[in-house]
């Protein structure tokens, strides 16, 4: 008897190709921990990403730098422990890949094995050339991400639109190009201009995943606590909201205080 887990019909990197040959778009977001991965795979999400930014959301670092690979594998495995249609992509964190490419490979293994995740992101074209083929030939799927890596924002010093430039383009084209011949089965481009984003979509046979990179791009990502309205202080031009739940999260903590206060909660109705 198959288990409920194998009923849904799973998103795999191969759904994902046939839907860039198909031209439907595929929708990804990111999600941290059980309850909000539930959601998001009931509600019929294409991809689930496991996303550095949790350094961000949930613990509230300034950037994605500090998250840990054992942090990074609490989140998915979380995750993981809710899905059974999304396919499910965990971010490698800064410092597990870039040195070599055997701590790139343990690092991938570490986060297929103690998450059961379906393959892994890192940042990066020719510089992390060495390590995206030795994981792959692991046979782990990777995910490319490009333009704006924020694991380099001190490189950068900024989270400006990268790539207006014409040397940072033709590097973007290039290294797009070398993902999809190590064998990435998809890209991230992050905050880059729309024209170029297209450009590199159509060059490519691989589905493209754009997050500020416009809508000529195979798929969309967003980030879950931007798109619900909980990170309230960030609105780059590219997040549209679609909850304001930061208000109404507040609203009902306050109305919950004050029900408490004034000994309204708990109600007859509410005890034994
Ligand atoms: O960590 C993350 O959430 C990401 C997305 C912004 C693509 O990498």
Do not use: W
């Given at each position: 008897?198959?288990?409920?887990?194998?009923?849904?019909?799973?998103?795999?990197?191969h759904v994902?190709?046939?839907?860039?040959?198909?031209?439907?778009?595929?929708?990804?977001?990111?999600?941290?921990?059980?309850?909000?991965?539930?959601?998001?795979?009931?509600?019929?999400?294409?991809?689930?990403?496991?996303?550095?930014?949790?350094?961000?959301?949930?613990?509230?670092?300034?950037?994605?730098?500090?998250?840990?690979?054992?942090?990074?594998?609490?989140?998915?495995?979380?995750?993981?422990?809710?899905?059974?249609?999304?396919?499910?992509?965990?971010?490698?964190?800064?410092?597990?890949?870039?040195?070599?490419?055997?701590?790139?490979?343990?690092?991938?293994?570490?986060?297929?094995?103690?998450?059961?995740?379906?393959?892994?992101?890192?940042?990066?074209?020719?510089?992390?050339?060495?390590?995206?083929?030795?994981?792959?030939?692991?046979?782990?799927?990777?995910?490319?991400?490009?333009?704006?890596?924020?694991?380099?924002?001190?490189?950068?010093?900024?989270?400006?639109?990268?790539?207006?430039?014409?040397?940072?383009?033709?590097?973007?084209?290039?290294?797009?190009?070398?993902?999809?011949?190590?064998?990435?089965?998809?890209?991230?481009?992050?905050?880059?201009?729309?024209?170029?984003?297209?450009?590199?979509?159509?060059?490519?046979?691989?589905?493209?995943?754009?997050?500020?990179?416009?809508?000529?791009?195979?798929?969309?990502?967003?980030?879950?606590?931007?798109?619900?309205?909980?990170?309230?202080?960030?609105?780059?031009?590219?997040?549209?909201r679609y909850?304001?739940?930061?208000?109404?999260?507040?609203?009902?903590?306050?109305?919950?205080?004050?029900?408490?206060?004034?000994r309204s909660?708990?109600?007859?109705?509410?005890?034994?």
């Amino acid at each position: 008897m198959p288990n409920k887990k194998t009923e849904a019909k799973k998103v795999t990197t191969h759904v994902l190709q046939e839907m860039k040959e198909r031209g439907e778009k595929i929708a990804m977001l990111t999600a941290y921990d059980f309850s909000l991965a539930r959601i998001l795979d009931h509600a019929g999400i294409d991809v689930i990403l496991v996303g550095d930014s949790a350094s961000n959301v949930m613990a509230g670092h300034e950037t994605t730098l500090p998250i840990t690979l054992d942090q990074m594998i609490y989140h998915a495995s979380s995750v993981l422990r809710a899905v059974e249609r999304a396919l499910v992509v965990v971010d490698l964190p800064f410092g597990t890949y870039q040195g070599n490419s055997k701590e790139a490979l343990n690092s991938a293994i570490r986060i297929m094995k103690e998450s059961g995740a379906h393959s892994v992101k890192l940042e990066g074209g020719k510089e992390v050339e060495e390590s995206v083929r030795r994981i792959i030939s692991a046979g782990i799927p990777v995910m490319g991400h490009l333009g704006l890596t924020p694991q380099s924002i001190y490189k950068f010093g900024t989270y400006v639109v990268r790539a207006r430039e014409k040397a940072e383009a033709e590097k973007l084209i290039s290294d797009a190009m070398l993902l999809q011949n190590a064998g990435c089965f998809a890209i991230v481009l992050e905050k880059i201009p729309a024209k170029l984003a297209e450009q590199v979509t159509k060059q490519l046979s691989i589905p493209t995943i754009g997050i500020g990179a416009g809508n000529k791009v195979d798929g969309q990502v967003l980030v879950l606590h931007d798109m619900l309205g909980i990170t309230y202080e960030f609105s780059p031009r590219f997040l549209r909201r679609y909850m304001n739940l930061y208000n109404e999260m507040k609203s009902a903590v306050t109305n919950y205080i004050s029900d408490v206060k004034n000994r309204s909660f708990p109600s007859d109705k509410e005890q034994y």
